[in-house]
């Protein structure tokens, strides 16, 4: 038998960037019976949700609700309005953008991956990977395609890999300005629900996410958020497709249905984590969240460290990159704070494996749990030999303790 009871006294402290710690209300939600996905029940179930992730998308437009991880959300995102051998741009902020330009390759897509062009001397070998989508060239690239060859733009929001966000309205800004129908596709699986996020307003066309994250559901559902015209290209589109096709899904869920048997027991979580983050306001989630990450940034700052984002326009109110000196292994670090306090932490994926480290601030996270993981860092870059400056966790204090709120409500 799978032994899970393996923590020491305490609770495990789950810093990475998801899955983020699962509430103790929505796992109670979970423990549910499971209904018959054919009932009426299910049905009143099914309406809940799909009318409250709209809600939290910010679109008046369909969702779609997978039971399955972001990947899967990324690939039915292609596969539902592109057409084998279909250009596309991308822009490589991070591990995870590399993965969704790798996979529009598997998928017989012709993908171009932009890159931010400047140097950087902390990270020379992945300077783009401290910045955030540049639309200015993806403006100028979309000028060059009068023939409108490139049929969709692909950026990540939030990139997990990183602690960098995008300017999603200013992409959009770019595509209009270069007068290019190309279809914008934005990953936010890790964005939705503690960045802010306007899928109607910017004008996205079709938006990927997660349930692991933001919404502080466990793994196992993602979602597009669709437009019109994204719609209507899965109507010409010729991509193979199947368990991922929008149309079934869409017509069964106008009565709360699915074509298939969906994850009825993350469902209840969903229905339960969207009554959580309207009860305290999506604006006020997305005013803790950054809060939590100027609180974490001051921190690093005060260790003496560089924050893995350059470019404070994008920091990430969802996670922080700790970018480590060369020559310190970042793994030692992580391996240093498992074992002797009990917590995780993000690794460094893809061209910064052993170069960072990243820190989760997310979902169901406040003052005093980040004043003990930044207590746990602190302990673990001392025990990795790390020289600090001074003590970030105080610096993260008095960042928290100048700008407390008030939490009672009511
Ligand atoms: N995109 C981003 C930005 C992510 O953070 C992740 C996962 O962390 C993914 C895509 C892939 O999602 P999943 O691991 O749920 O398949």
Not at 13 to 35: C, H, K, N, W
Request: glycine fraction near 10%.
């Amino acid at each position: 038998m799978l032994n899970l009871n393996f923590h020491p006294a305490g609770r495990h402290f789950l810093q990475i960037p998801g899955p983020s710690p699962v509430p103790d209300r929505l796992l109670r939600a979970m423990s549910y019976p499971t209904i018959d996905h054919r009932g009426p029940e299910f049905g009143a179930l099914g309406r809940q949700v799909l009318a409250g992730i709209r809600r939290i998308f910010r679109t008046q437009h369909p969702v779609v609700i997978y039971p399955a991880s972001g990947t899967g959300a990324w690939e039915a995102a292609l596969a539902n309005t592109l057409s084998p051998g279909d250009a596309v741009l991308m822009f490589e902020t991070g591990h995870f953008a590399t993965l969704w330009n790798r996979m529009a390759l598997r998928l017989g897509l012709q993908p171009e991956f932009l890159r931010y062009e400047g140097t950087d001397p902390h990270l020379p070998e992945a300077p783009g990977w401290r910045h955030g989508v540049q639309a200015g060239q993806i403006e100028e690239r979309l000028r060059r395609d009068p023939q409108h060859a490139i049929k969709a733009v692909c950026v990540v929001h939030n990139e997990t890999s990183t602690g960098v966000t995008s300017d999603i309205a200013a992409v959009r800004r770019a595509i209009d300005a270069a007068g290019h129908p190309a279809l914008l596709m934005v990953d936010t699986i890790s964005g939705l629900a503690s960045a802010d996020y306007r899928h109607d307003e910017w004008g996205v066309d079709v938006t990927v996410s997660g349930s692991q994250k933001g919404l502080m559901l466990p793994p196992g559902i993602s979602f597009n958020a669709l437009s019109p015209k994204a719609v209507a290209a899965s109507k010409t589109a010729t991509l193979p497709r199947s368990f991922w096709a929008w149309d079934e899904i869409i017509e069964m869920n106008r009565t709360g249905y699915w074509p298939y048997t969906p994850n009825t027991n993350l469902l209840y979580a969903l229905s339960e984590a969207i009554a959580m983050i309207e009860a305290e306001g999506l604006e006020q989630v997305f005013a803790r969240h950054q809060r939590l990450a100027a609180a974490c940034r001051a921190a690093v700052q005060a260790w003496g460290l560089e924050v893995q984002c350059a470019d404070p326009a994008v920091y990430s109110p969802v996670l922080t990159g700790v970018l480590l000196p060369q020559g310190v292994d970042a793994d030692k670090v992580r391996e240093a704070v498992y074992r002797h306090f009990n917590m995780s932490l993000g690794a460094g994926l893809g061209k910064v494996k052993g170069r960072m480290f990243r820190i989760g601030h997310l979902g169901e996270c406040n003052d005093l749990s980040l004043v003990a993981a930044l207590g746990g860092c602190e302990m673990g870059l001392k025990l990795a030999g790390v020289r600090l400056r001074e003590s970030g966790t105080l610096a993260a204090l008095e960042h928290l303790g100048r700008t407390a709120a008030r939490q009672d409500r009511g």
